[in-house]
């Protein structure tokens, strides 16, 4: 049965759900359909939190706080891990429900604020070894390293997330059905992942007594950070008291320098959310014995022969605080051609998550290959890829189609000018392809 959305969020609330302060009494719910979907709800927030943080930023360094480029990768990689979607309810709650129906030990009350406390605790520290294991078993890395890959840190980085994390974070929760509702659970599922999204951030620095209980910024930039003295730190979501107890915190202290130990240097989204794959399946086949296979695929990502489970931190590349992060040359005409195509993109997106329900199945499918081929084109753009102009010109060629035949409807006032710009663009960009593959022929000869 599909999940109806019935509750909208107040304002007041939409605030509070940031930093999970929403009290029992407003967020207990007698079925699942009546739980709001309080991540969709967010986009305005997450939106303002982001545009307040640029502002604030810019007084207070006198340049602009986010780069085009990673901030435009940040959202792309966001897009793409709400793709499933369009085919699938939520692992992590179609699994929870699945074993609520057929394996539950106790049947708490819905409306019991233990019941809620239960949850947030029980959720929370899921989480945490959720997170814990996917920077610790290789094959589980290989998704969340996307949401390392940003060599910057602010709120839009919260954003990068992998589409293949969401396969296997279901397994943490499973014991929470036993006895805690789904309604419940589908509350604080969504409220520890809501809290995440302001921690990430550098205007935000010591939160005194707070920083004892909460997972707060200077903590997570801990957990960004590629210093030997941040690997595999502060896995916590809300609150940092299981890596306290478990031993996995760390303070900030020195200067962090945030990404992956070694940079990936693209902004193309195939690339940033698969490429660890290709490289894992090398490694494993290049592994001597069936032990060192097994220790490539479920040990961590640093790990090699004679080496500790999770590698030696000494292997970490050196870090001086001089690095500087992966940022093409690209002239300021493009950046803004680029973000007005990637409005418009997100424009498509929205309608096609919201409306799915009511689009045929051919519109899904013509507006899900337009928004793959533009995450795609775009990343190319500003890459500065040798085949960019083709697959930017078949972008633009399947906008207008999309338009002219009716599958984009939701910007009818400003259905013509739309149309005229990516007219204008497509004809730019099919000489400059015809050039290209002309050259790529001549080269070959």
């Not at 992956?260 to 193309?268: A, R, V």
């Amino acid at each position: 049965m599909e999940r109806v959305e019935v509750t909208n969020v107040t304002v007041s609330q939409g605030v509070r759900m940031l930093f999970s302060l929403i009290t029992p009494n407003e967020s207990s719910f007698a079925t699942l359909e009546e739980v709001p979907e309080y991540v969709n709800q967010a986009t305005p927030y997450f939106v303002g939190l982001i545009l307040l943080e640029m502002v604030l930023g810019w007084l207070k360094t006198d340049r602009p706080h986010i780069k085009i480029n990673d901030f435009i990768m940040s959202l792309q990689a966001g897009m793409m891990s709400r793709l499933p979607q369009l085919v699938m309810r939520s692992l992590e709650l179609s699994a929870y429900i699945y074993v609520w129906n057929n394996f539950r030990m106790l049947e708490l009350p819905w409306d019991s604020a233990w019941t809620w406390w239960l949850a947030f605790f029980g959720v929370d520290m899921g989480y945490y070894w959720f997170h814990r294991f996917v920077h610790e078993i290789n094959v589980l890395w290989a998704a969340h390293q996307v949401h390392h890959s940003s060599e910057y840190y602010n709120l839009s980085t919260a954003l990068r997330q992998s589409v293949a994390q969401q396969f296997s974070s279901w397994v943490f929760y499973l014991p929470l059905a036993l006895v805690v509702p789904p309604s419940v659970f589908a509350v604080h599922v969504q409220f520890n992942l809501l809290y995440q999204f302001w921690i990430h951030t550098e205007l935000v620095k010591d939160l005194g007594p707070l920083e004892w209980i909460l997972n707060t910024p200077s903590h997570h930039r801990v957990h960004h950070g590629r210093n030997p003295y941040c690997i595999d730190k502060n896995y916590g979501g809300i609150l940092i008291i299981w890596d306290r107890m478990f031993g996995t915190f760390a303070p900030e202290s020195d200067k962090v320098i945030y990404g992956l130990t070694h940079p990936i240097n693209t902004f193309e989204i195939w690339t940033v959310e698969f490429r660890y794959y290709p490289y894992l399946w090398q490694r494993f086949w290049e592994a001597d014995g069936i032990s060192n296979k097994l220790s490539v695929i479920f040990k961590g990502p640093g790990w090699t022969p004679g080496k500790p489970r999770l590698g030696d931190i000494a292997d970490i590349p050196e870090i001086t605080g001089e690095e500087k992060p992966y940022d093409p040359a690209w002239s300021p005409v493009m950046q803004v051609y680029v973000v007005l195509h990637f409005l418009l993109l997100l424009g498509v997106y929205e309608n096609l998550l919201t409306n799915q329900a009511i689009f045929s199945e051919m519109s899904v499918l013509l507006m899900t290959t337009y928004v793959l081929l533009s995450l795609t084109a775009l990343g190319f753009l500003i890459d500065q890829r040798a085949n960019a102009a083709m697959w930017e010109m078949l972008r633009c060629f399947l906008l207008m189609a999309l338009y002219r035949f009716g599958y984009i409807r939701h910007l009818e006032l400003l259905a013509l000018p739309i149309e005229v710009f990516v007219l204008i663009s497509a004809i730019y960009w099919t000489p400059q392809s015809v050039n290209q593959q002309i050259n790529k022929v001549k080269k070959q000869n």
